[in-house]
């Protein structure tokens, strides 16, 4: 087997005992470089940055490290491809057709993107193909059928004399993706579905710690046929790559996913701009359980909010409110889950959860458990420190009575799950609503009225009733307060990435 000659021999041996696909080891054999104008190129530094796979902790293979100078070339080959050329001239069913052939290539490559992501971030295989990869492919299938439907609208106007008047539709122009470590290939389809299917062009900055799922992405691009300039990635440090991107005089439209600290400079990057940006930031998601609930159904929800993708979930269930006369039960289940998942390697068969990203967030995490204890909560389960390489943290329950507590408020991101108990419905909706963010939250009822009162009293984007983070295709995902503004996924998302032009004509 031929892999990164810079790769670590604990990684090679994990490669070699799991067997990943011939053309995940044949990618990793690669040191890759860049994807700008329609091919890879190191571009204006020879500086590399190394890539830590998180089970081991030790180095995987290396990126470039992308100068701005990377970014103006990237954004003129983007701005050259909207202008002029192939892409500029394609009918809505050609743009249509590459985006459909483009989603049907994910789905043949799905196992070696699930093993490259797998290694890149550390989550487990079986989840990572079918949810990141596969639902990427159904987001880029479900947006490249609007690009056969965008249309304007003819109006009839009161302006003295005769005229006709109508509105056309256009691509916004060059748009500025940025995405996040947490779910590096998935959220990427979640900025460049929409804006392709706009007929828009786009400058990617994956995350510096997860580039290589998207760099084998761009392979697949040139075997759809996407003409060069279309699609661009630079890689490198959020704050050289990120800071050029936000605030280029050719980038018209910034969306972006990751923390609400980072969200703010990017806003006020595009403001300087006059650049619209939509801004998919933190979150604090409530879960509120009412003592009508199936406890069995709220710790399941659990497994896939707070602990699969070892709790780096912005929309994570991480505060659990539950009323008295279920607290012990809810508890009760959520210690049984947790303390069943099986922490392994994300290659491995048998994973339930894989390591956090890093060193440093693992750091975060423990200082989180550390501090939530200090300031009063109660240690159910987890929190201890596991042996061996690798950054792996158990899934953890605190138990909680105060709603300030800093466990309870911040944003921990990590397999964390905070409980605190609640008297009446009205209580809990005050406690739901006690946090700066508004992402997501669900509500935990048989009680059709009351899951209704709820779900219009919560200030959340997303409420769920008795589930938690479900997503699809067709339904709109964005925060209300700190968590952000605009959306994705839905074909509200499409507005996000053209502009109206009124027409006039005088007869």
């Known amino acids: ?44 530094s020879s500086e590399r940055i190394d890539v830590i796979e998180p089970s081991t902790g030790r180095l995987l293979t290396s990126i470039a490290s992308g100068t701005r100078a990377d970014v103006d070339d990237a954004v003129a080959a983007a701005h050259s491809a909207l202008h002029s050329g192939p892409w500029a001239e394609m009918k809505p069913n050609d743009r249509q057709g590459l985006l459909l052939r483009l989603a ?79 779910w590096p290939f998935n959220m990427a389809m979640w900025k460049l579905s929409a804006p392709l299917a706009a007929g828009c062009t786009i400058v990617l ?141 994300g290659l491995d068969p048998e994973c339930d959860m894989g390591p956090v990203i890093s060193s440093s967030q693992y750091n975060s995490i423990r200082g989180y458990i550390e501090q939530g204890v200090a300031e009063g909560a109660k240690l159910v389960c987890g929190g201890y420190e596991v042996d061996g390489d690798g950054f792996f943290i158990p899934p953890t329950v605190l138990a909680v009575e105060d709603n300030r507590a800093t466990v309870m408020q911040e944003e921990i991101f990590g397999p964390v799950q905070v ?32 899951a209704m009162r709820c779900v219009n009293a919560i200030e959340a984007g997303t409420v769920w009733v008795n589930a938690h983070d479900l997503v699809d295709s067709a339904i709109p995902f964005g925060g209300f307060k700190q968590s952000g503004f605009g959306k994705d996924m839905g074909p509200e998302q499409l507005d996000h990435f053209l502009r109206t032009k009124a027409v006039w004509i005088h007869i």
Request: charge should be negative; charged fraction near 20%.
């Open 1 to 44: 087997m031929s892999v990164s000659v810079n790769m670590d021999s604990a990684i090679r041996k994990m490669i070699d005992d799991y067997g990943v696909t011939a053309a995940c080891s044949e990618f990793l054999a690669q040191e890759p470089g860049q994807f700008i104008n329609g091919r890879f190129t190191q571009g204006h």
């Open 104 to 182: 049907d290539l994910i789905e043949k490559h799905a196992r070696t993107i699930g093993e490259i992501e797998t290694l890149d971030n550390g989550k487990a295989l079986g989840p990572c193909i079918d949810m990141d990869v596969l639902g990427g492919a159904d987001l880029l299938r479900y947006m490249a059928g609007f690009a056969t439907k965008i249309h304007g609208q003819s109006r009839q106007v009161s302006a003295p004399g005769e005229h006709v008047a109508w509105t056309i539709k256009e691509p916004i122009g060059v748009v500025g993706a940025i995405v996040p470590w947490n």
């Open 205 to 345: 900055k994956p995350a510096q710690q997860t580039t290589l799922s998207m760099l084998y992405f761009a392979r697949l691009c040139e075997e759809a046929g996407m003409p060069p300039g279309v699609f661009n990635i630079v890689t490198g440090k959020g704050s050289t790559i990120g800071n050029a991107l936000t605030a280029h005089p050719d980038v018209s439209k910034i969306s972006f996913t990751g923390s609400t600290p980072v969200g703010r400079q990017v806003g006020g990057a595009s403001g300087e701009n006059l650049s619209p940006v939509t801004l998919e930031l933190g979150g604090k998601s409530p879960m509120v359980v009412f003592d009508d609930a199936d406890p069995e159904a709220v710790a399941a929800a659990h497994r896939w909010s707070v602990f699969f993708n070892a709790g780096q979930v912005c929309s994570a269930g991480s505060r659990l409110y539950v009323q008295r006369g279920l607290y012990e039960r809810v508890l009760e289940e959520t210690v049984k889950l947790a303390e069943s998942m099986k922490l392994a390697p």
């Open 419 to 450: 409980v605190m108990p609640f008297d009446d419905e009205e209580e809990a909706i005050r406690l739901a609503n006690d946090n700066i963010y508004g992402l997501a939250a669900s509500v935990w009822t048989q009680d059709i009225s009351r």
